[in-house]
């Protein structure tokens, strides 16, 4: 069978692909996995200091942008990488003696994924093709790039694939061949194939593959293999789907390009609990340091009777902390009664507006404010810590819209995160269509941003009390100088992460007293009161 290469772009987690790999090795074929780059956070500023050492990659390549009280933060950023890395990646595909390669694609990593694929097919003349996102999406803007990408997967890709690799094996004529799901170059010509039809049962696509003999990580300028990366997210956290799809057709979103081209990965499929809590045995196995497990499905409180059966064989073969994602038409106090029984971790939901109007006008979200002010109150009330994503810097909002979201954030209750992303207009969905043809893409006040977006976060921080937080709208100077709330905020926000650091001690301390770790409890006293007294200060 085939010798297969799949490249995941600074994504060590890269589910999707694994899940094709772990298929394509129960089929028999022989695969590696590479990790090109990590997953990396950039700061603004660090990336604008940079930007003369690399003059390939600049701010306008980040498509996801965080808004936080020390800056913009780039997530999921292409940091350049070194030739010294382009030769290790070439030395491995030429050593595994790989029939082709497969490169998994977000559209944030395009320009990287153009210059990796030009660079294999020059030096090894490999076969690449692409899968993941940015293909489904956008799949002629691969093609439109001088005749780099000569094959590409839409759709989910593991029987796809099969057939792709199972070709080439065979040495027959791909174009002729009419795979489902391929679209392929030939000459001038893009030969479209049609869609495949979804798989309905997902247990029959076994489990994604994590296997250290055949992963591979390059990461500043060498080769990592078989070595624990005990500063990853991946050292210590396991992330699993139970379902793809999803119901909603949010326009900022791939599910609206996918409603309107791939509508059957839109509807929602499940695994069986069983089968997911094979995985879940399998990742304790595999790492005994397993301390939390991120539950990535669009939605995961979905499904009631799944979601019971779950619950039960979750908390009596794994019973570890988890998060997952909610949406507040499916947060209620059964849902909630069931992820806190299981020991839920925290949990995130979408609010991205409050305004009702920029949600159903904009964003194609019909939940009304009231239904999630509802949502919020429950979530406290079930004493779940939330994180709430907020979309900032959107061009069709105006100063009511703004107005409206500050309103709600001053109303939730408790202790709350969020996730403050600026709009992101990604290739192919309802929103972007619309923007281009109306104009607004680049048309954002972002000086007005700037004062906003400071005042969401003291909501966060319940900086003021709710009626003074809104009167802040009304200064005038202010507004002109927004950076004097961003002094005060970076102030609010240092002292919580050192507070948080303290309370953290106090507990390791406390801990340890109950494992007879002081000989006297005086002593451990006077060290607690010392943090306290620095807690309170």
């Known amino acids: 069978m085939a010798s297969i290469a799949l490249i995941s772009l600074y994504d060590e987690f890269c589910l999707g692909l694994r899940h094709i790999a772990g298929y394509l090795q129960s089929r028999g074929h022989d695969i590696t996995i590479i990790h090109f780059k990590r997953y990396v956070e950039q ?18 390549d980040a498509y996801l942008v965080g808004v936080s009280p020390f800056g ?52 090894l003349a490999l076969p690449v093709i692409w899968g993941g996102v940015h293909p489904i999406v956008a799949p002629m803007d691969c093609f439109d790039n001088e005749g780099v990408v000569d094959f590409i997967c839409m759709g989910e890709g593991e029987r796809t694939i099969e057939e792709f690799s199972e070709a080439l094996e065979e040495g027959e004529d791909i174009s002729s061949k009419k795979i489902g799901g391929l679209w392929l170059r030939q000459n001038a010509k893009i030969i479209k194939n049609e869609n495949r039809d979804v798989c309905q049962n997902l247990d029959e696509l076994g489990f994604p593959l994590y296997d250290s003999d055949r992963e591979f990580m390059i990461y500043e300028n060498k080769i990592i293999h078989k070595e624990p990366l005990i500063d990853s997210q991946l050292y210590w956290t396991h992330k699993i789907m139970t379902s793809r ?18 509508e059957g990965l839109c509807k929602v499929r499940r695994r069986s609990p069983e089968h997911v809590i094979e995985e879940l045995r399998r990742a304790r196995a595999r790492m005994p340091q397993l301390m939390i497990v991120e539950f990535q499905d669009d939605i995961f409180t979905l499904q009631t009777p799944w979601l019971v059966e779950f619950a039960e064989l979750y908390k009596k073969e794994i ?61 406290a009330k079930h004493q779940i810590f939330p994180n709430y994503d907020i979309i900032t ?56 941003y700037e004062f906003w977006n400071a005042l969401y976060l003291l909501a966060r921080y319940h900086a003021a009390d709710r009626e003074t937080i809104l009167k802040l709208t009304k200064d005038e100077s202010l507004r002109k100088n927004p950076e004097v709330l961003w002094c005060a905020l970076r102030e609010i926000a240092t002292l919580e992460k050192e507070n948080e650091q303290l309370k953290a001690e106090i507990k390791q301390l406390s801990d340890q007293l109950e494992k007879g770790k002081f000989a006297k409890k005086a002593s451990l006293f006077s060290v607690v009161a010392k943090k306290l007294k620095n807690l309170f200060s």
Not at 49 to 56: D, F, L, V, Y
Not at 427 to 443: C, D, F, Q, S, Y
Request: proline letters at 4%; aromatic letters at 10%; one cysteine or more.
């Open 43 to 60: 700061s603004r500023e660090l990336l604008e200091s940079k930007e003369q050492e690399a003059p390939n990659r600049s701010s306008e």
């Open 72 to 123: 913009e933060v780039y997530l999921d950023y292409s940091v350049p990488y070194t030739q010294r890395e382009l030769d290790l990646l070439l030395k491995i595909l030429s050593e595994r003696k790989v029939k082709y390669a497969g490169i998994s694609v977000p559209s944030y990593h395009k320009k990287v994924a153009l210059e990796l694929t030009g660079l294999i097919k020059k030096n």
């Open 245 to 262: 799809g999803c119901p909603f057709n949010c326009s900022f979103c791939i599910y609206s390009t996918l409603r309107r081209d791939h």
């Open 319 to 379: 019973a570890l902390p988890f998060w997952c994602y909610t949406h507040p038409a499916y947060v209620n106090d059964e849902y909630l009664s069931i992820l806190k029984d299981m020991g839920i971790e925290y949990i995130t939901m979408g609010i991205q507006s409050g305004s009702d109007r920029i949600n159903r006008e904009v964003f194609d979200r019909k939940t009304n404010r009231q239904t999630v002010l509802k949502a919020v109150e429950l979530i």
């Open 393 to 448: 810097n959107n061009p069709y909002e105006t100063e009511a819209d703004r107005y409206q979201t500050l309103d709600f954030l001053t109303q939730i209750p408790g202790k709350f995160e969020i996730h403050l992303g600026k709009l992101a207009f990604f290739p192919g969905t309802t929103l972007t269509l619309r923007a281009e043809k109306e104009g607004m893409i680049g048309r954002c006040d972002e000086k007005a």
